[in-house]
């Protein structure tokens, strides 16, 4: 039986690691912070941005192997993705519930400090 | 077949939810669909984990959802 071929090859999963560890919020989306191609990306960009953070953006429309990729080295199927300080932190949904808690700007406060 | 009666059997067998609603949001071609389950299944767990443990019940029908909402994932005891 052949297997399909996995989408998380080792250079793509140290790419990712260099990706998430150097910047401290990085969000995977469909997309551009600039130009969201979805509801759900659009929710967690402007979450971000009224949070008033730096973060880095990854559109992943424009690259199969790092969509397929990602959904793996992150263990979640779909997107949008945030990465706090090198961790997964969820996608839309745990990102929207977080915010309205006060948890996100709690724990995005940490990070930026350490 | 019914794509919303597969997520439900899907999350029922899976995590033994004392309730559970289930929405098709798009419009009845099973694409999206909007999710609030009761579990004791998510006692003691992070709203993350809570969040897998769904998606994860739900691994083969993901393939096709485009796009799946846990709107909410709670204990019982949360729930009241």
């Excluded at chain 2, 899907?10 to 579990?39: M, Q, R, W």
Aim: charged share 25%; net charge negative; aromatic share 8%.
């Amino acid at each position: 039986i052949v297997r399909c071929s996995s989408g998380l090859t080792p250079q793509l999963k140290s790419t990712l690691d260099k990706v998430v560890t150097s910047n401290k919020v990085v969000l995977f989306m469909k997309g551009t912070k600039d130009f969201p191609q979805c509801g759900f990306s659009n929710t967690v960009v402007q979450i971000l941005k009224s949070l008033n953070v730096p973060f880095e953006t990854i559109n992943i429309l424009e690259n199969e192997l790092l969509r397929q990729g990602l959904k793996e080295y992150s263990s979640w199927p779909t997107f949008p993705q945030l990465y706090i300080d090198g961790e997964f932190f969820g996608g839309c949904d745990i990102t929207v519930e977080a915010y309205q808690k006060g948890e996100l700007q709690e724990l995005l406060e940490k990070a930026m400090l350490s | 077949k019914c794509k919303k009666l597969q997520v439900e059997s899907c999350l029922k067998s899976k995590l033994n939810p004392t309730h559970l609603e289930v929405v098709d949001t798009s419009g009845g071609c099973g694409a999206s669909f909007v999710v609030e389950i009761v579990s004791e299944e998510f006692e003691g767990k992070r709203l993350l984990e809570r969040h897998r443990m769904v998606n994860a019940a739900l691994e083969e029908e993901m393939k096709e959802i485009h796009a799946l909402s846990v709107k909410k994932a709670v204990t019982p005891e949360q729930w009241k």
